[in-house]
């Protein structure tokens, strides 16, 4: 592939193939939405806009809830929203810690003044609904149970309905970070008993990053509304976001009207597809790519059963620099794909398919460069065996 | 005017002239910049664009300070950041309340813990710097002083010498709210000691809104290196977003890389145009606007010495609804204009002319369709005096 430069507005950043972790690579329409003019924040024409996007989030997350806005802010903005609302000084919440994300909800739940108990998983498995069980078991109120659904970090694909089951049982609020995986994996919100639930624009949904959609149940929101102190945050106070979403559009920040835009425009492409043939694209190029890589003859960290289709995480071979295999794929193919996070740095390579890029094309392309790299790092690979147990996955005789 | 319907992304949203406190109207090379292709946030052609753009920011701010960023949320974002850094429990700021979003800062500045210590202003009239030093002389150690350079919701611009003065005199740190002033008229940073400066991208930047450009002194950066508490806030922790934006590179969110190109863009056309050239076409129009709104009989509100050319507050005649008439400006003449905010809702128009729309064009459209409407809600103007008296101004015998 040759790096298609494209100058605009002089900044000429070079079109790549964006196969990390996200972002992703985003839709033509969704770029043509955000040349939409700029209206203010309370212009009818805009209010429009907001409910419209409220309503196209709810059939994302699956939900009823009234409370169902995009944060002004990156994921990990609606993963603060959710904290920093439903938790305060005193609160116990219980967080599973089975990769980096997981470490973050606890870092955030801490910085709330709220005691955080850990449940700590192997990096690479879902968590043991029997540890969170007995964990929740110690203690005599938890506030929040908190886990993340698809682990950026490590391709986990985490079920949700055990938990959710144990978080009621407890009385405890269900909070989970759907960041890396609504859009490419079914989700739930309502059925699977989930109170609090944020993403994020530039993964799965394949929009520009800036936003976090996120959804509130009524029993979370009454537990906002039941607070003794003041959230600590006001730019995340969701008890403002609400009364600017809400009938009372009372102003509390300035909304990025653009990027509302954009993210409108993914979720009407999303929706135009159906959201169950986007999850099965999904499924099936990474059914494609998994039958690649292994056939290259690389590991990967996840079992099957709970592998995330849409981040798949590669064990790197002894002695191959995950930096190095990294530039070379950007400087000479111009894609990009993730390293490790955290204790997996340097260790793991990790690949999305997003989007748009949960396609045919990406897989063929991706196989195709690694078997050009690999080599030249002194990983011997039988060429085109990548690209051919692919191509038989796609052609649906895998 | 016809309000022409851009039909992009199946968004259509009008075209509006948005003459109100912001957002403004953008121009289009900032929006092309938008279209430049998605990049991974550590991807070294993005790194390029964030090094340029804290340049950029610099020279806005005219500062040296290395923590020159910008915040991924709105200007709200660029004041808690301030403040939920700088602030601990135990902590003692005072907060200058001469406006709406000096009482924005004291409520976030209390949400940290802190004890806060209000100089309550009048609305339209710059802050006391005698009653600023009164207040500062009370208390044993004042952590910070906290101002509102532009005023927002008034019109008033405050002057900031004596105030720094008195913030270094007592050991304080500085903190401006610069959102409605920053490229509107002059701001020194450094030359006026100001520890904590912030702004947003939708004001005189004149760029989409989502985006808080913010500076911290070094002083500032060492009272977040002495801090006893973390941060309230993860996703706005100043020692994180250092260390993305500085050498080290460390991931700690997503960057909304479409917002920055945006944001890069609006930034060079400023500098193309010259920082100065640029305020005294912003001074030139309010002077223009402000002959126009007196030769009609209008009251502004703010005397002419303290008055923030880039907004100004038209204080409303008696028995003129303000939303009927703002709802008129919009549906008849495509114009948005901004209502009063907090206590002065209902009394005030406000009237903002920043960037691309600080030019004789606005102002006149602007005269004409007031002349159109205030007579129809029972205000009797003279036709075409407001015009005439504008239009004298711009041509330099005003």
């Not at 698809?150 to 986990?156: P, Y």
């Not at 063929?364 to 085109?384: D, I, K, Q």
Request: net charge neutral; aromatic share 4%; with cysteine.
């Amino acid at each position: 592939m040759t790096s298609a430069h494209v100058a605009t507005g002089a900044t000429a950043a070079p079109a790549r193939l964006l196969l990390g972790p996200g972002p992703t690579n985003v839709h033509p329409r969704v770029m043509q939405a955000m040349l939409n003019p700029i209206l203010g924040y309370l212009d009818p024409d805009f209010l429009k806009v907001m409910d419209d996007l409220a309503s196209l989030m709810r059939q994302l997350f699956n939900t009823q809830n009234p409370v169902t806005i995009a944060v002004p802010g990156t994921g990990t903005a609606g993963m603060e929203t959710g904290l920093a609302n439903l938790l305060e000084p005193g609160d116990v919440a219980v967080v599973g810690t089975h990769g980096y994300f997981g470490e973050r909800i606890a870092e955030i739940a801490s910085r709330q003044g709220a005691t955080v108990a850990l449940v700590p998983g192997e990096w690479g498995r879902p968590l043991d609904p029997d540890a969170v069980k007995a964990e929740l078991s110690k203690h005599r109120k938890v506030k929040l149970l908190g886990v993340v659904h698809g682990e950026t970090s490590t391709g986990v694909l985490q079920p949700l309905e055990e938990l959710s089951r144990l978080a009621r049982q407890h009385d405890s609020l269900f909070l989970v970070d759907a960041v890396t995986s609504l859009g490419g994996v079914p989700m739930e919100a309502d059925r699977w008993g989930i109170d609090f639930c944020y993403s994020a624009s530039q993964k799965c949904l394949a929009c520009p990053p800036g936003l976090a959609p996120m959804t509130a149940s009524p029993r979370a929101m009454e537990a906002v509304g039941a607070r003794k102190e003041k959230c600590r945050s006001f730019y995340l106070d969701l008890s403002l976001h609400r009364t600017y979403w809400g009938t009372q559009r009372r102003y509390h920040h300035t909304a990025p009207v653009t990027m509302l835009y954009a993210l409108r425009e993914g979720l009407r492409l999303i929706l135009e597809e159906g959201i169950e043939a986007r999850i099965a694209r999904h499924r099936h190029a990474a059914h494609a790519l998994w039958a690649g890589l292994e056939a290259l003859g690389l590991k990967l960290l996840v079992d099957e059963s709970c592998r995330l289709p849409q981040l798949t995480t590669v064990v790197l071979p002894e002695g191959i620099d995950e930096l190095d295999l990294r530039q070379r794929m950007l400087r000479e193919y111009n894609i990009e794909v993730g390293g490790g996070l955290g204790k997996m740095a340097g260790k793991l390579l990790r690949i999305g398919l997003m989007g748009q890029n949960a396609s045919a094309e990406a897989v063929l392309t991706l196989l195709s460069s690694l078997e050009g790299v690999l080599p030249r790092l002194g990983y011997e690979v039988a060429v085109g065996e990548g690209v051919s147990a692919a191509s038989r996955v796609l052609a649906g005789a895998g």
